[in-house]
């Protein structure tokens, strides 16, 4: 199946900091990606949809503000969380829709730990 | 909104099959069931999908109803690597659209 990266796959900060975690489809095109958080024991949660060129989407709840999202390339979203406090602190995943065909592959995941 | 519902958590004796249950009674004509699970801090890992056929592929087997409200995925010979979370999401296939999981099932695979 096709593979999507993330990077960093953890990473540590101070809180007011931010913080950009990319999200990369390897071998093939993807117009659209979606970033999810999961917190621990908990199930993953959609924050948005990022469309290549264009604003992303986000679902309810979820700031706009503090969650940056960029999609400047058919291979490359990046999500940027601003102003990272303790409570940001969360599992992100990434996820990649095949242009040609619509499936969709996860990356790995980013964790991130505000201090 | 998911539109799944599984139960919190399994034990299954490794080298038997593990079957974990899905009521998906809402489901739309147009909407496949598909299953992902989740090993501790990785993403999530497809295993299969369908729309109202049994399905099997190297990994397990899928078992849809009839009237296609509630399926079934089945490991047919469980491994402690088997242990995860599973994930059983409706979706209409093609389409693009984002998946929204719900809690899923913790499949606890015992030696």
């Known amino acids: 199946g096709a593979v999507v990266s993330q990077h960093p796959s953890w990473v540590i900060c101070k809180s007011g900091t931010s913080v950009k975690i990319e999200c990369r489809s390897l071998d093939f095109q993807a117009t659209t990606m979606f970033w999810y958080r999961q917190f621990p024991k908990q199930s993953l949660m959609l924050m948005a949809t990022s469309n290549e060129g264009s604003k992303a989407t986000y679902e309810q709840g979820v700031e706009k503000d503090k969650f940056l999202i960029n999609h400047a390339s058919l291979t490359l979203s990046t999500l940027t969380v601003t102003s990272a406090h303790p409570e940001d602190s969360s599992f992100y995943i990434c996820?990649?829709?095949?242009?040609?065909?619509?499936?969709?592959?996860f990356g790995p995941g980013t964790r991130l730990t505000v201090l | 909104d998911a539109k799944t519902t599984q139960p919190p958590s399994m034990d299954c004796a490794e080298g038997r099959a593990a079957n974990l249950p899905c009521n998906h009674s809402t489901i739309s004509g147009n909407e496949y069931v598909y299953w992902y699970r989740q090993i501790h801090s990785q993403g999530p890992q497809y295993i299969i999908h369908?729309?109202?056929n049994n399905e099997t592929n190297e990994m397990a087997s899928l078992i849809i109803t009839e009237d296609r409200k509630s399926s079934t995925l089945i490991l047919p010979h469980a491994t402690l690597r088997d242990t995860a979370v599973y994930y059983c999401?409706?979706?209409?296939?093609?389409?693009?659209?984002?998946?929204?999981f719900g809690t899923g099932t913790s499949l606890t695979v015992i030696p």
């Open positions: 999401i409706v979706r209409v296939r093609n389409t693009g659209n984002q998946f929204y």
């Open positions: 996820s990649a829709r095949v242009t040609a065909n619509n499936e969709q592959f």
């Open positions: 369908g729309l109202k």
